[in-house]
């Protein structure tokens, strides 16, 4: 694959609004560069597909297909696609760029995991799958590749779908060899289900395996099965039974090793039949794996920033002079939570304004007043005041509502650490925009929707009718009415 030629068709299909800069990765047909969004300010992962070089003439529009499907996919812990298209020969996808290590780079260094952050993985990387379950959308590929981990410590899953698409491409090319040598075709031999390996039908159990060959090898520190050949691998996930995990791992708890041996069983009917099951088993057995974040080395190292950034602080008499809250404020605030991607007052930049009118978040005759898009976990999530709405704009739908008749709240939520959640509460309607905003998000908001809410409620007092003035009453006390002696009936005598 010609990477430079690749690359500068791929500038070329974006044109202006996108500018391609380095290789992330690649193999076989496709490749990933690093882009910057320049309409909203951020770097972006760019999928890109030389049709070309593909095995088959339908591949390409078969992955369009199945991306525009699994594009409808909004999750915490699921890779969000911002956009899709094809152009001549270029086909492309375009990603949150997640500036953190797979799974697989993770294990490569670790070898193996602590108990309590592989069931964290796993039961995130469980409630992404129940999700996209809940869609009727199988990954048949999870494996430690497309399992992502960001800068906070949260997992996402990235790939959906793309298995099926290739699949079904190389399908309608005769001739063409079951397995590539990348596992690219119908997935990885060594995550692969026994349904799978044997060509059968899939369904999410199928998923459910697979996450469960993760967990071992997090845990293990290889898979369960493995061999010289992919021939070899399949047959072991047909007819062996994994070693038990205790075997490697004696703190791994009872509990959990009960549930990883559920999620192996060959025969799917003895699986967990959901993967919110799965979730919901791995909290049971161990219930620090409903936390969010997971330490991975990148998080030490920030922690250790954070230490000597306190000691230069105590060297230079700084912490001296402020308040304890203060100062665990203050380095929360610029060392721990990273700077918006947008935070934009009137008048936005003419790139922002073009795209909001696009997308119809601002409609004729209103007037933006701030654009606001946080860093980190919901980065694919803009929220919109204008002089009359209220919008939330996110990668596939608006959602608008009228400024004077919504409620906006910003609740402080401890869930694997200190977040903020940001709700709009309209008549039958409970929006949640934000579920994980930082202590920086939260500092920036509050001002600008408090704003608005003032502004709004002046709005109101002006255009009320003036109410009807009550009349004053005398503070003087009134004369009683003259006392009138009642007559007698005296009759005069004669």
Same mark, same amino acid.
């Given at each position: 694959?010609?990477?430079?030629?690749?690359?500068?068709?791929?500038?070329?299909?974006?044109?202006?609004?996108?500018?391609?800069?380095?290789?992330?990765?690649?193999?076989?047909?496709?490749?990933?560069?690093?882009?910057?969004?320049?309409?909203?300010?951020?770097?972006?992962?760019? @999928?890109?597909?030389?049709?070309?070089?593909?095995?088959?003439?339908?591949?390409?529009?078969?992955?369009?297909?199945?991306?525009?499907?699994?594009?409808?996919?909004?999750?915490?812990?699921?890779?969000?696609?911002?956009?899709?298209?094809?152009?001549?020969?270029?086909?492309?996808?375009?990603?949150?760029?997640?500036? &953190?290590?797979?799974?697989?780079?993770?294990?490569?260094?670790? @070898?193996?995991?602590?108990?309590?952050?592989?069931?964290?993985?796993?039961?995130?990387?469980?409630?992404?799958?129940?999700?996209?379950?809940?869609?009727?959308?199988?990954?048949?590929?999870? @494996?430690?590749?497309?399992?992502?981990?960001?800068?906070?410590?949260?997992?996402?899953?990235?790939?959906?779908?793309?298995? @099926?698409?290739?699949?079904?491409?190389?399908?309608?090319?005769? &001739?063409?060899?079951?397995?590539?040598?990348?596992?690219?075709?119908?997935?990885?031999?060594?995550?692969?289900?026994?349904?799978?390996?044997?060509?059968?039908?899939?369904?999410?159990?199928?998923?459910?395996?697979?996450?469960?060959?993760?967990?071992?090898?997090?845990?293990?520190?290889?898979?369960?099965?493995?061999?010289?050949?992919?021939?070899?691998?399949?047959?072991?996930?047909?007819?062996?039974?994994?070693?038990?995990?205790? *075997?490697? *791992?004696?703190?791994?708890?009872?509990?959990?090793?009960?549930?990883?041996?559920?999620?192996?069983?060959?025969?799917?009917?003895?699986?967990?039949?959901?993967?919110?099951?799965?979730?919901?088993?791995?909290?049971?057995?161990?219930?620090?794996?409903?936390?969010?974040?997971?330490?991975?080395?990148?998080?030490?190292?920030?922690?250790?920033?954070?230490?000597?950034?306190?000691?230069?602080?105590?060297?230079?008499?700084?912490?001296?002079?402020?308040?304890?809250?203060?100062?665990?404020?203050?380095?929360?605030?610029?060392?721990?939570?990273?700077?918006?991607?947008?935070?934009?007052?009137?008048?936005?930049?003419?790139?922002?304004?073009?795209?909001?009118?696009?997308? &119809?978040?601002?409609?004729?005759?209103?007037?933006?007043?701030?654009?606001?898009?946080?860093?980190?976990?919901?980065?694919?999530?803009?929220?919109?005041?204008?002089?009359?709405?209220?919008?939330?704009?996110?990668?596939?739908?608006?959602?608008?509502?009228?400024?004077?008749?919504?409620?906006?709240?910003?609740?402080?939520?401890?869930?694997?650490?200190?977040?903020?959640?940001?709700?709009?509460?309209?008549?039958?309607?409970?929006?949640?925009?934000?579920?994980?905003?930082?202590?920086?998000?939260?500092?920036?908001? *509050?001002?600008?929707?408090?704003?608005?809410?003032?502004?709004?409620?002046?709005?109101?007092?002006?255009?009320?009718?003036?109410?009807?003035?009550?009349?004053?009453?005398?503070?003087?006390?009134?004369?009683?009415?003259?006392?009138?002696?009642?007559?007698?009936?005296?009759?005069?005598?004669?």
């Amino acid at each position: 694959m010609d990477l430079a030629a690749l690359q500068q068709r791929l500038q070329q299909a974006l044109a202006s609004e996108f500018t391609v800069g380095p290789l992330l990765g690649e193999g076989g047909f496709a490749a990933v560069f690093r882009a910057r969004d320049n309409v909203l300010n951020r770097d972006v992962a760019v @999928k890109v597909l030389d049709v070309e070089l593909a095995p088959s003439a339908v591949v390409a529009e078969r992955f369009l297909r199945e991306a525009q499907t699994v594009a409808r996919l909004e999750h915490p812990h699921i890779v969000p696609i911002y956009k899709v298209g094809r152009q001549e020969e270029i086909f492309y996808l375009i990603m949150r760029c997640i500036d &953190g290590p797979s799974l697989r780079q993770l294990l490569e260094t670790q @070898k193996t995991l602590s108990v309590g952050d592989a069931a964290r993985i796993a039961r995130q990387v469980a409630d992404a799958l129940a999700y996209a379950h809940s869609h009727e959308i199988v990954h048949r590929d999870i @494996k430690p590749d497309n399992i992502l981990l960001d800068k906070s410590g949260h997992a996402l899953v990235t790939d959906f779908g793309i298995a @099926k698409a290739a699949q079904a491409a190389q399908a309608a090319t005769p &001739g063409s060899p079951r397995l590539t040598s990348e596992g690219m075709i119908v997935g990885t031999p060594e995550y692969m289900s026994p349904e799978q390996a044997s060509d059968d039908s899939l369904d999410g159990r199928s998923d459910v395996y697979s996450l469960g060959i993760v967990l071992y090898q997090m845990l293990a520190g290889s898979p369960p099965f493995e061999g010289l050949s992919s021939a070899a691998i399949l047959a072991q996930q047909l007819t062996e039974e994994p070693e038990p995990i205790r *075997r490697h *791992r004696p703190d791994v708890p009872e509990e959990m090793a009960v549930v990883l041996d559920k999620m192996l069983q060959k025969n799917r009917s003895k699986r967990f039949q959901m993967a919110s099951e799965v979730s919901r088993a791995l909290v049971g057995a161990l219930p620090t794996a409903a936390r969010d974040r997971v330490h991975i080395p990148l998080r030490r190292r920030l922690r250790s920033m954070f230490y000597r950034s306190l000691v230069g602080l105590s060297v230079a008499g700084c912490l001296l002079s402020i308040a304890f809250a203060g100062g665990a404020a203050a380095v929360a605030y610029y060392v721990f939570s990273k700077p918006p991607r947008i935070a934009a007052h009137a008048p936005l930049s003419d790139n922002l304004a073009r795209m909001l009118r696009a997308r &119809g978040a601002l409609v004729a005759g209103d007037v933006a007043s701030y654009a606001y898009q946080p860093a980190g976990q919901e980065d694919s999530t803009l929220l919109l005041l204008t002089r009359h709405r209220t919008v939330v704009v996110t990668p596939h739908q608006v959602r608008s509502y009228a400024r004077d008749s919504v409620r906006r709240d910003i609740d402080l939520e401890i869930h694997g650490g200190l977040s903020f959640r940001l709700m709009i509460y309209a008549p039958r309607i409970a929006d949640t925009v934000y579920r994980s905003l930082s202590f920086r998000d939260m500092m920036q908001l *509050r001002p600008e929707l408090n704003r608005t809410v003032e502004a709004a409620a002046t709005k109101r007092r002006a255009v009320a009718p003036p109410a009807a003035r009550p009349r004053p009453r005398s503070t003087t006390p009134s004369k009683p009415p003259p006392r009138t002696r009642p007559r007698t009936g005296t009759r005069r005598r004669p």
